[in-house]
């Protein structure tokens, strides 16, 4: 590791070491409500709460910061009536940094993977709520309106998100309709921070599916606009499921090493740890808690499946080596108990421990990062 001398510049992202074997690197993003110690994790927070457990709950894992979505909070309960109760912040009694998303993949996701109504022009995205039929449009500025409402750290500019097989002409469209929706996204956003006199970030995603042309093009005419931080868009994984390593590495290649890197959607504990390997800092995905919810454990002795009748009396912690509420309290058994009648206290249970096996793995790593 070679260490990087602190400028006097008041930067939000800071480097510390960066690796001598790969393009690792340790840092800390600081924002409003605290610091990011990088790399790090950050759970999915979608409607304003992770999945059956609570923020004071969610902050004894030691989870530094976790994603948000701008779509659904929108829709349900609206995001004005989250600005009246002070922002997302108080609304969900969470105290440090929280991330939104720009709502594009989401949209993305109703129209394709729905039989909801919906199209993409220049305008932006119009679409069919999935609670109740009605017609919405989304666009770049609507979408930071919706984002400084909900008074987040961290906001993404709106971008057109497309699966990696679309062919060369609809890669082309969804990199342009990027940068003009980013632009417009980047200027309202100053214009909103200058209005309201709110400190924040904004961080651009780079699109272009499987193609380095397209990336490479993407990332450019984004880099001129600028912005606080870049992120990887699009699909992690190929149609058999498997990193795509290749166009991954690219990406963060492309990206000014003196901002934040953030890999979208990228979640396996594997996974991750080949991300900060290609220089990214910043990951997030429902994975850990969507798979704790199934009883699908991640410990230092590999995959737990705690349903499994094996663990039927088996006093032992899900993690010998763990220190979260649901290890150092109850064994197996009584988890696998919970999980199999299910009743809300095994998922909570479960979800609390993954959550603080993610934030102990992003602790090893940066330590690691730290002392090499």
Known sequence: MTEKKKTTQDMSFEILK?????????????????????????????RGAVQTISSLQLADTKTSAL?????????????????????????MHWDKPILTDGGGFQI???????????????EGMTFQSPLDGSMHTLTPEKSQEIQFDLGSDIKM??????HADQDKQRN?????????????????FGAMSN???????????????????????????????????????G?????????????????????????????MGIGTPDDIRKGVELGYDLFDCVLPTRNARHGHLYTSEGILRVKNGEFKDDNRPIDPVCDCTACVNYSRAYIRHLINIDEPLGKSLCTIHNLRYYARMME???EQLAIT
Request: negative net charge; charged residues 25%.
């Open 18 to 46: 960066t690796s001598s074997t790969s393009k690792a690197r340790l840092g800390r993003i600081t924002t409003a409500h605290g610091v990011i110690e990088t790399p790090a994790f950050m759970p999915d927070a979608t």
């Open 67 to 91: 994603v948000s979505n701008t779509l659904h909070l929108y829709l349900k309960p609206g995001s004005e009536l989250i600005r009246s109760q002070g922002g997302l912040h108080q609304f």
């Open 108 to 122: 993305y996701s109703l129209i394709h993977r729905s039989s909801l109504k919906g199209k993409i022009n220049a």
């Open 157 to 162: 500019a709106f971008d057109d998100c497309i």
């Open 172 to 188: 082309l469209e969804s990199v342009e309709l990027t940068t003009q929706w980013s632009r417009r996204a980047k200027e309202k």
């Open 195 to 233: 209005e309201l006199g709110v400190e924040s970030l904004i961080y651009a995603i780079v699109q272009g599916g499987n193609d380095r042309e397209m990336r490479k093009k993407s990332f450019e005419e984004l880099n001129e606009i600028g912005f606080d931080g870049f992120a990887y868009g």
């Open 235 to 263: 699909w992690p994984i190929d149609a058999e499921g498997q990193f795509m390593e290749d166009i991954i590495g690219y990406t963060a290649s492309l990206m000014p090493d003196d901002k934040p890197k953030y890999a």
């Open 364 to 366: 090893d790593i940066r």
